[in-house]
């Protein structure tokens, strides 16, 4: 062995646990970004394989009811290469043991069959038997919540008359990914539900004998599928149409395809953010380690090494800390990976998963691993290859003394001999003494991460729920209903208040940009929907105009006083120009709002209303939700409480899962940074400290002097990490806005509480072991001549 290669795993010795702490930090950030591209490429691979083997149409369409004859006109447009035509239906269902109103969409299959696209995976029982009229198939995530299994029963109200039906089987569809009610933002499993049943009998049900009223295509490869969608709403138009709309926009795709790219800002982001900080803390090692072999490096040079050969070496003991890092973070990454995997699969409804990593990310992690490190000490290791051995044979030359500004203010009484000399030896070193704390608050920042989703979440929830939507219950009706309905639903026992709403759909146009969504008439003195502006105080509802959520107005690039193109998609269908009178703060959906009136003057439907906001006494709760079961034109009701349970059910999993491993990466980092802070303080000043044992200073005086300049720069550098931490969770918030979500900026109290607490421990801990080494502190060395 090479007498360089010896002095290399000698030094990587004497250095293993700053090393160590080093590598820990590098297996963070390459473990996120295995684990983030893993769970990306494996959702990716699953999704495209299940919608493959699945049929998944590529075009979708709703209408009023159509002939079957009409598939052939559109099999005939340019670029289709399926059609499949069903019917569909909203329906209440009711379960035994569970009191409170449940709907759903019914799927009719062809007999005997899965259909020829969006085709239905068993995961238990059987398909449809031909001729068994009352049997049906369940989603899986809505027999789960309910635990029904094959041979149980449910009953289902089917165009106003109300069937027992039995379960045969439990299903998934790629149509159904993400199962979730029209007009919600989170998937309620236990009051929504799928279900398919045989296409006589609920044809037969809803007068649909010979017809259809859903259509989904394939279409061949290559074509463009706008071009197809505008003949396919020329054709339906006559029936009833309410606009096709692509895969793209298809909302379980939609929302799958948001999380993955969320997922993809994830793996860029985080694992960058943790390199830095290995690259800093290498950067800062590696220069220290270089200013103190000064000698040495002049001996090797004076004996005939090269520049090329010193800066090797020195490049030699990153690699080796940089691999051990690449290693432990690609085995934690695949674990992590997995694990991620799996959660998704559950929350999204995947059959199946296909795991991948590619030979190419791992090469991927590992480059920019190395390049990110060598860059970082780059200049470190350049300084040591050019250090001329004739300086380097000198010692450095002394700080310049001068009284330090406790002296200079006369203060010096007030502190012992050991605080002054702390606080003179930070004056005389500050670019060092910037650097520790800058570390430590990158560290501190960087703990903030794990914690601040649950208190937006929650800011969110407050919002949205408690200021914004006011209502206990909202009741969708199965059509359009005359405004008079309402006195019906406010003489229901326990209604106490009951305002109606209008939701049309409609595609929204502004210069070359549209947006498809819905546009809501509320009542225009409503207080149980209220619009909210930036500082959350409550809009007045102009007589004439829209507003737009804020998310929706940054879409379109539409601001007030612009003229918006509203296409509605229903009823008549007509175009209208209507100007945008402001925008309204809204965390969830993406939608427009104009007065009730107006928007029924607007589309030429008379006085009509798509359902009701209800407050009801908590007391009569029950009574009112039984009332409503009852009546056929209400389609389905969700309660307030129950959506917000909904959203935490949602989102908890994986936020648990988020928090658990960027908390663990986070305080990961934050020990390796503050044990490398403190175990490089001590290597540059450990002759100095022996020398103050070797003058009569006790082990307790000399460890304060040392522990306590780093425990003075960790408070100070706590709340520099806090406008740290503020920053990158700002960052990440605007990073992780989509279309069903945005993310808002709150920090609570606990999110700086943790992170400086983390801090503190890791300090602690650090200098529990620094503690340690104060012991065997060399005191007859120090009083050899150091030459």
């Given at each position: ?13 004497d ?5 160590l702490?080093i590598?820990?930090v590098?297996v963070?950030?390459?473990s996120i970004f295995i684990?983030?591209l893993?769970?990306?490429?494996s ?8 919608y493959?083997?699945?049929h998944f ?5 709703s ?8 598939a ?8 289709v ?16 043991g569970?009191?409170e109103?449940i709907s759903?969409?019914?799927l ?10 969006n085709?239905i995976?068993i995961?238990?029982g059987?398909l449809l ?6 049997e ?6 809505f ?6 299994r ?9 165009n106003g008359r109300?069937?027992?039906l039995?379960i045969?089987?439990?299903?998934l569809s790629p ?12 998937p ?5 539900g ?8 609920l ?5 649909m004998?010979g017809?259809?009223?859903?259509v989904?295509?394939?279409l061949?490869?290559?074509v463009n599928?706008s071009?197809?969608?505008?003949r396919l709403?020329?054709?339906?138009d ?5 606009g096709?709309?692509?895969?793209e926009?298809q909302?379980?795709n939609?929302?799958?395809?948001e999380?993955?790219k ?7 982001i ?9 690259a800093f803390l290498l950067?800062?090692?590696?220069s220290?380690?270089?200013s103190?072999?000064r ?12 520049e090329?050969?010193v800066?090797l ?5 990153v690699?080796l800390i940089?691999?051990v ?6 085995g ?6 997995k ?7 559950e929350?999204?409804?995947?059959p199946?998963l296909i795991y991948?990593l ?6 991927a992690?590992?480059?920019?691993s190395?390049l990110?490190a060598?860059?970082g000490?780059f ?20 700080a310049?003394?001068r ?18 000399m ?6 005389r070193?500050?670019f060092?003494?910037l650097?520790t704390?800058?570390g430590i608050?990158?560290a ?6 794990s ?11 407050g919002v949205q729920y408690g200021?914004?939507?006011?209502e206990?219950l909202?009741?969708?009706f199965?059509?359009p ?11 229901l026992?326990g ?9 049309v759909a409609?595609r929204l146009r ?11 008439g509320?009542?225009?003195d409503s207080?149980?929907m209220?619009?909210?502006?930036e500082?959350?105080?409550k809009?007045?509802l ?5 507003i ?7 879409l379109?690039?539409?601001?007030p006083g612009?003229?918006?193109t509203?296409?509605v998609?229903?009823g008549n269908?007509p ?9 309204a703060k809204?965390?969830?959906g993406?939608?427009?709002y ?6 029924n003057?607007?589309i030429?439907?008379?006085?009509v ?7 009801v006494d908590?007391?009569?709760?029950q009574t009112?939700?039984?009332?409503l079961k ?11 409480k129950?959506?917000i349970?909904?959203?935490y059910?949602t989102v ?6 988020f928090t658990?491993?960027s ?8 020990f390796?940074?503050v ?11 450990n002759?100095?400290l022996?020398s103050?044992?070797?003058l009569?200073f006790?082990r ?6 040392l522990?306590?300049?780093l425990a003075?720069?960790?408070l100070v550098?706590i709340?520099m990490?806090f406008?740290?931490?503020y920053?990158?969770?700002?960052f990440l918030?605007?990073q992780?806005e989509?279309d069903?979500?945005r993310?808002?900026?709150?920090l609570?109290?606990d999110?700086?509480?943790?992170a ?9 801990a650090?200098g529990i072991?620094i ?7 060399d005191m007859?060395a120090v009083?050899k001549?150091?030459?």
């Amino acid at each position: 062995m090479k007498a360089l290669d010896k002095k290399l795993w000698r030094e990587l010795w004497d250095i293993r646990m700053q090393a160590l702490a080093i590598a820990m930090v590098i297996v963070s950030g390459v473990s996120i970004f295995i684990m983030s591209l893993s769970t990306l490429d494996s959702l990716l691979q699953t999704r495209e394989t299940y919608y493959r083997e699945h049929h998944f149409a590529h075009v979708f369409a709703s209408l009023k009811r159509a002939p079957l004859s009409l598939a052939n006109r559109i099999l005939e447009i340019p670029g289709v290469d399926k059609v499949e035509t069903r019917v569909v239906a909203y329906v209440n269902i009711s379960v035994q043991g569970f009191d409170e109103p449940i709907s759903g969409h019914i799927l009719s299959l062809p007999d005997d069959s899965r259909g020829l696209l969006n085709q239905i995976y068993i995961r238990d029982g059987r398909l449809l038997e031909p001729g068994r009229d009352n049997e049906i198939l369940v989603s899986e995530e809505f027999a789960n919540a309910h635990r029904l299994r094959p041979g149980h029963k449910i009953y289902a109200t089917i165009n106003g008359r109300r069937k027992s039906l039995d379960i045969v089987g439990i299903a998934l569809s790629p149509e159904y990914i993400y199962q979730i009610a029209p007009g919600a933002v989170f998937p309620d499993f236990k009051r929504y539900g799928v279900f398919w049943m045989a296409h006589k009998p609920l044809a037969t049900a809803y007068d649909m004998d010979g017809a259809f009223n859903n259509v989904s295509l394939t279409l061949t490869k290559g074509v463009n599928d706008s071009d197809v969608i505008d003949r396919l709403d020329d054709l339906l138009d006559p029936y009833g149409g309410t606009g096709a709309y692509s895969r793209e926009n298809q909302y379980s795709n939609r929302f799958l395809s948001e999380e993955l790219k969320q997922q993809q800002t994830i793996a860029t982001i985080f694992p960058m953010i943790f390199l830095g900080v290995a690259a800093f803390l290498l950067n800062v090692v590696i220069s220290r380690l270089v200013s103190l072999q000064r000698e040495q490096i002049a001996g090797l040079k004076a004996f005939g090494y090269s520049e090329f050969a010193v800066g090797l070496h020195y490049a030699k003991l990153v690699l080796l800390i940089v691999l051990v890092g690449i290693i432990g973070g690609i085995g934690l990454g695949i674990v992590f990976g997995k694990g991620l995997s799996n959660v998704y699969t559950e929350f999204y409804s995947f059959p199946f998963l296909i795991y991948v990593l590619k030979p190419q990310v791992v090469m991927a992690a590992t480059m920019i691993s190395i390049l990110v490190a060598m860059a970082g000490t780059f200049y470190a290791v350049r300084n040591a290859a050019r250090l001329p051995p004739a300086q380097a044979m000198r010692p450095e030359p002394p700080a310049i003394y001068r009284a330090t500004v406790v002296e200079r203010l006369g203060l010096q009484r007030w502190f012992s001999q050991p605080t002054r000399m702390i606080l003179r030896h930070i004056e005389r070193r500050p670019f060092k003494s910037l650097l520790t704390m800058l570390g430590i608050a990158m560290a501190c920042g960087i703990m903030m991460i794990s914690g601040f989703q649950k208190g937006s979440i929650d800011y969110m929830v407050g919002v949205q729920y408690g200021m914004s939507e006011r209502e206990d219950l909202i009741a969708n009706f199965t059509e359009p209903t005359s405004m008079r309905s309402l006195y019906s639903l406010l003489s229901l026992q326990g209604v106490e208040q009951v305002e109606g709403f209008r939701t049309v759909a409609a595609r929204l146009r502004f210069e070359h940009r549209d947006y498809r969504t819905a546009v809501h008439g509320v009542q225009p003195d409503s207080s149980l929907m209220r619009l909210l502006n930036e500082d959350l105080n409550k809009i007045e509802l102009p007589r004439d105009g829209v507003i737009l959520t804020d998310y929706l107005a940054e879409l379109l690039a539409i601001g007030p006083g612009d003229m918006l193109t509203i296409e509605v998609l229903e009823g008549n269908r007509p175009t209208l120009q209507v100007p945008v009178v402001g925008t309204a703060k809204q965390y969830l959906g993406v939608n427009a709002y104009m007065q009730l009136d107006a928007l029924n003057r607007l589309i030429k439907e008379g006085e009509v209303i798509s359902g009701a906001y209800l407050r009801v006494d908590d007391r009569y709760l029950q009574t009112v939700y039984n009332q409503l079961k009852e009546m056929p034109r209400v389609a389905g009701v969700v309660e307030q409480k129950a959506a917000i349970a909904a959203f935490y059910e949602t989102v908890a999993q994986s936020i648990l899962f988020f928090t658990f491993i960027s908390t663990l990466l986070g305080a990961t980092i934050s020990f390796g940074v503050v044990y490398n802070s403190m175990r490089i303080a001590l290597s540059e000043r450990n002759r100095e400290l022996a020398s103050l044992r070797v003058l009569g200073f006790e082990r307790g005086e000399v460890a304060y002097i040392l522990l306590g300049e780093l425990a003075l720069l960790t408070l100070v550098a706590i709340p520099m990490g806090f406008l740290i931490g503020y920053g990158l969770c700002g960052f990440l918030a605007t990073q992780f806005e989509t279309d069903l979500y945005r993310v808002a900026l709150v920090l609570e109290a606990d999110v700086y509480g943790l992170a400086a607490l983390v801090i503190v421990m890791s300090a602690c801990a650090s200098g529990i072991m620094i503690w340690r080494n104060l012991a065997h502190l060399d005191m007859v060395a120090v009083l050899k001549s150091k030459e």
